[in-house]
């Protein structure tokens, strides 16, 4: 009898494939192979080496094996099944995520010879007077003890042309990797001391040695959370062990990984989206060849071939990037726990604002928990006030004491950052004659008034359309921006502040690559300046000299209808009001409301968050939402309403498990976005394994349906976004 295989193909199609495995292949699960695939020859993963081959029919025959090893190993493997089959995603798709893309496309697993550079102590050579560049170059080397690749040399700021020229005069010279191999320990700066508070906290983070479990470490902000993750990995990991840490955008915080370097060296690699094919296929061979690498990395990190993992720190836990928006629906953050219990080590998750879930976990003894309550160094916590702009006069969105305090904080030589939610000029173009609002043609929204290109855009979809000065129903020339924009607050500030820098941080500003590190270099100089942005602003950064932080609308999830938005809000202005008085400095936050008698926005004010979260797990607990219960959404879209609709009306029969709750189908609250139109189902149950198990027969049952090649539907297990 004939053996055979069962392959995963990087298909959207919830199946794996079954080959005949030639006598001469000796199989793994995880390994790359080459299969014939119709006309073509595909990459397959090996699933299951040695399946029952199905009688009667004559299976094709693996062409090769690509290595006799496998690229998937053990843990990497399961982790991937177990969450194809938890967020209802095809296995080929979720394996294939795992690989870089140059072996996807069945390239050799080899690594690019990359060249490492150090000072040679025997130079002699004279460099010319204006050899600048060279001259700062080798000063660099002199001062970073030990090898760099080329690549990291570059990113330094460097070129290649610069590199030759200091080996051609002999300054320098050219090293093959291993013999630089991680830096020595004595080579590398030592950490500054912990303070008493951060020691404690240190203590309680579970060690490689105790095995699987989960801790969260609430730190506020401005704790040094990022200095006990530095003490923790350089007292607790091992010469040969690996660690994986988390962020949720490394682009936005290059100062991490920069302060990682200093003090853990060459053994950091970073693993982000903004890598090129061979710059991931290098990263991912170290982690899969067992190097001792610590990688700082995005999301898409947990899937890398770890064989040695020690522990893994997630940083920011609360960040929604940690969950995949499309196609792969998967928690970055939960995978990394559920790799964790795999790999049998500690996994951290930090956050000053952690996710209700996790702090739900904390409180029911799931995790342990770890407080931090008070800032490094000399800081304090900032002064958070509201500032009720109800009945007051603003200009151009910002009120006449925002103004003041900012003044103020010019005026001591402080730095001062403007929070506004929306990037643009101005969310709506109104009429004052009609009330005409321009509208996207595709999408139940309005477009967003974009002064710097003159253009108007819809933020949902890709529509663009010149903007004009005059109505285009009526013809009035009364056609006005309403409503503020990162651009407005900007040129507001602009011209109130025309001695002081303005620097604008948002998706618009910060596209060139590069741009963002710009900014902070320039923030980082501590000149004053004002620095206007979103959300951006708000995650992680350090920047000693802002010593005021005002928010410019506070009230955007106070009355929203998605059941995390109080949480998000929440999160959302302590994180940007904990980027006030990091430094000797106190801070001080001012939060433009409409509703300062809110309760929560009166509670939010004290800047405490935990007693604010227990009181939504309270409510959340009340009305049996997550994480009291677990949660899917079935989102479809289509042409019509009527058709998405029927879909899912189709589909909520077949929901038959008697302890799930099913509401729905609703059309979504954007009902249209790009011309389709779009519906939910929403699926609770306070039993994971029954949701998942219903998710699953509801998956295959859908699947098998035929349906109209206009229509596309998808599953959310545990949605963030669920309006
Ligand atoms: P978090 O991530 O918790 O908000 P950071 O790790 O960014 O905080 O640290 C905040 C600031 O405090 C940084 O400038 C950091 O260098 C400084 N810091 C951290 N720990 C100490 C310490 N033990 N002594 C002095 N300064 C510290
Ligand atoms: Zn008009
Ligand atoms: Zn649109």
Known sequence: MSRSARIALARPIRRLFDYQVPAHLKLQAGQRVQVPFGRQILTGLVVQPDAQAPDQITLKPITAALEDWPALPPETLQLLTW???????????????????????????????????????????????????????????????????????????????????????GLIEETSQDRMAPRKADELKTLPPL?????????????????FSAALLYGITGSGKTEIYLHYLKNHLQDKQQALVLVPEIN??????????????????????????????DTWLRVRQGEPVLVIGTRSAVMLPFTNLATIVVDEEHDSSYKQGEGFRYSGRDLAV??????????????????????????????????????????????IRLLDVRSRPLEGGLSTPAIQAIRDCLAAGKQALVFV?????????????????????RCDTRLTYHR?????????????AAATDQCPKCKSEAFKPVGQGTERTE????????????????????????????????????????????????????????????????????FSVDFRAPEQMIQTLLQVS????????????????????????????????????????????ASLFPPFRAMAMVRAEAPSMADSLAFLDAAKTQVTEPAIEVWGPLPAVMARRADRHRAQLVLVCHSRSRLNRALGQLCESLDSQRQSKSLRWQVDVDPVETS
């Open 83 to 169: 969450a194809a089959t938890y967020y209802q995603h095809p296995l080929g798709e979720c394996l294939f995520m795992a690989l870089p893309p140059a072996l996807r496309r069945g390239r050799p697993a080899q690594r690019r010879q990359e060249s490492w550079w150090q000072a040679n102590p025997r130079g002699q050579a004279e460099l010319s007077p204006n050899a600048r560049r060279q001259r700062s170059l080798l000063n660099w080397l002199q001062s970073h003890a030990g090898a760099h690749s080329s690549a990291e040399i570059i990113a330094a700021g460097f070129t290649r042309a610069q590199l030759n020229g200091l080996r051609d005069k």
């Open 195 to 211: 303070s008493p508070a951060q020691l404690i906290a240190l203590k309680e983070i579970p060690t490689p040695e105790q095995g």
């Open 252 to 281: 936005l915080t290059p100062q991490t990984v920069a302060r990682f370097r200093t003090y853990l060296g060459n053994r950091i690699a970073v693993w982000h989206s903004s890598l090129n094919d061979s710059e991931r296929l």
């Open 338 to 383: 559920y790799r964790a219990s795999l790999n049998q080590c500690p996994v951290v998750l930090g956050s000053a604002t952690p996710s209700l879930e996790s702090l739900h976990n904390a409180r029911t003894g799931k995790y342990s928990l770890i407080r931090l309550e008070e800032r490094a160094g000399s800081a304090v916590p900032p002064e």
């Open 421 to 441: 939610n929306r990037r643009g000029y101005a969310p709506v173009m109104m009429c004052f004659d009609c009330g005409h609002m321009i509208e996207c043609p």
């Open 452 to 464: 710097r290109d003159r253009a108007m855009r819809c933020h949902h979809c890709d529509f663009q």
């Open 491 to 558: 040129d507001v500030l602009g011209q109130a502040f025309p001695e002081t820098p303005v620097v604008r941080v948002d998706r618009d500003s910060t596209q060139r690559k590069g741009s963002i590190q710009a900014i902070i270099n320039k923030v980082a100089s501590g000149e004053p300046c004002i620095l206007v942005g979103t959300q951006m602003l708000a995650k992680g950064h350090d920047f000693p000299n802002v010593t005021l932080v005002v928010v410019v609308n506070a009230d955007g999830g106070l």
């Open 578 to 621: 904990g980027r006030a008085g990091r430094g000797v400095v106190p801070g001080r936050v001012l939060i433009q409301t409409c509703h300062s008698d809110h309760p929560m926005m009166s509670s939010m004010s004290k800047g405490n968050y935990l007693p604010l979260a227990d009181q939504l797990l309270q409510e959340r607990e």
